[in-house]
Every structure is written in C-alpha cells, then in structure tokens.
C-alpha cells in the first residue's frame, strides 16, 4: 500500500509524546483526538495520505487537510506536579477507517514516522463493547516494563491477556520489539454512534498525564456531531457504502 507522509512544518519531536485515535466503537478515540487538536490549538505539521484512501479532504478554518492528520503543540513541564515530563505533544486523528487489510500498512507508516522522529511515548485511544448497560471501564495494555507502569502510575486497570486490534494493535507490538514506550487505552463504549460520554471517560487518564488538559462534556458532544458528518461524507466518497465503516 502507498502511503505519502506530507509535512507541512518542522518541528523537534524527539521525547515528545503522540496520541492517537482512528475511529473505534462509539467513535470515542476520534472524537477524543479531534477534541484535543481543537482545545489544545495545536498546529497542523503533516497528514498521511494514499491512492487507496476514500478521496476525500478535511476543511477546518477554510484549510483543506489529508484523511490523517498530525497536530503538535509544544507545551511546559512542571517537575512539581504530576504528569509526563514532555516538552511536546502531538495528535494523530482521522475519520477514515481502515479496512482490515488496510491496518498493518497504516500502522507502519505510522511507526515509520513515530521511529524517525524520535517519539517518546505512544498512547492509542480505542473503545471497546460495554458489556454492562450504563458501566464504563477504562484498561490498558503497555508496550514495555516503563509503559507498564506508568500504566499502575496513572491509575488504569491493566489489560494482561487478550487481544488489541487493528492499527493499535500493531504499534504496540512494533513499539514493544524497539523499545518504545506505549500504551494501548481502551474505554467502554456505547455502540450506537457516537458517544461523547466515552469519549470523556477515556480522556480521564489523558488529562492525569497532561494536567493542562480541561475537558467540557459540551463541546464533545459538538465534536461528536461534526465528525458523524464526516464519516458520512468519507463514506460517499468511497463510493463503497458500508465498506468505509468496518474497523
């Protein structure tokens, strides 16, 4: 599969941090991720873009953007308070949903970019099936003994035997064989589409290791709205029906 990293600025990512949501149950990770870029006012510094994506682009502020876009935003540690020492976090977030087939090319791209620029710490964002009505659940997976416990550090549950899917799944195995610290997140997730409240509950953790992060349940249910709209029209530009929305 041919995929094209396009950078649109340059910027020290070495130690930084990167978030990451494809779309998933209840479309937690994406409207998280988008949620983020927006309330962190970060900078669009690149996007990932193929022939065998749904053609299509993304306008935000009048900008046309590619399927998946990477956003950044230099931020300033406090040694006295808690959370991740990086001087830098970035956003990778899409409406695009990759077909099985389409997974383990996209996450190589992705960790093709995560190995060049020297990443720090890995966080995917996913939501996984409620399997009690109303009850929400938060659990992790790390890529190494450091992920691990930070893990235990910020208080999640642990994900010790089981499956990750998707392009989560194959990040965290890559960055498991470099070294590189990840965490896999899953949170609970309403099937009906889409579920602001999970997207809220999965950035609790997010805002333990990122103190400077706020989050108003209001503007995600704005953001859960706008991207509905979006997989709607990255459908009709697949011209393919259903065939966009199968993680």
């Known amino acids: 599969m041919d995929i094209e990293y396009r950078s649109y600025a340059d910027c020290d990512l070495k130690g930084s941090a990167v978030i990451i949501g494809f779309p998933s149950l209840g479309l937690v990770s994406s409207i998280a991720t988008n949620f983020l870029s927006r309330e962190m006012k970060m900078e669009l510094i690149g996007g990932f873009t193929s022939p065998q994506f749904?053609?299509?682009?993304?306008?935000?502020?009048g900008r046309p953007m590619p399927q998946?876009?990477?956003?950044?935003?230099?931020?300033e540690s406090d040694p006295e308070k808690p959370g991740m020492g990086c001087c830098r976090i970035s956003i990778i977030t899409t409406e695009f949903i990759p077909k099985p087939e389409q997974s383990h090319d996209i996450a190589m791209a992705v960790f093709d970019w995560i190995a060049k620029n020297g990443i720090g710490t890995v966080i995917t964002l996913d939501g996984i099936p409620m399997?009690?009505?109303?009850k929400y659940v938060l659990i992790a997976a790390g890529s190494t003994e450091h992920a691990r416990s930070m893990i235990e550090e910020y208080g999640i549950e642990h994900f010790d035997d089981g499956m990750?899917?998707?392009v989560s799944?194959?990040?965290l195995l890559e960055c498991a064989e470099k070294g590189i610290d990840a965490i896999s997140l899953m949170g609970s997730a309403k099937s009906e589409l889409p579920d602001p409240f999970g997207a809220a509950?999965?950035?609790d953790p997010i805002k333990r290791m990122f103190p400077e992060i706020t989050v108003d349940t209001e503007p995600l249910y704005e953001e859960a709205e706008a991207l509905?709209?979006?997989i709607g029209s990255a459908a009709q530009a697949s011209d393919a029906d259903d065939s966009v929305l199968y993680g």
């Open 54 to 61: 749904p053609p299509y682009c993304v306008l935000q502020g």
């Open 228 to 230: 509905n709209k979006r």
């Open 201 to 203: 509950r999965l950035l």
């Open 164 to 166: 990750v899917r998707g």
């Open 68 to 75: 998946i876009r990477v956003f950044s935003v230099s931020r």
């Open 131 to 134: 399997f009690e009505p109303g």
């Open 169 to 171: 799944g194959k990040l």
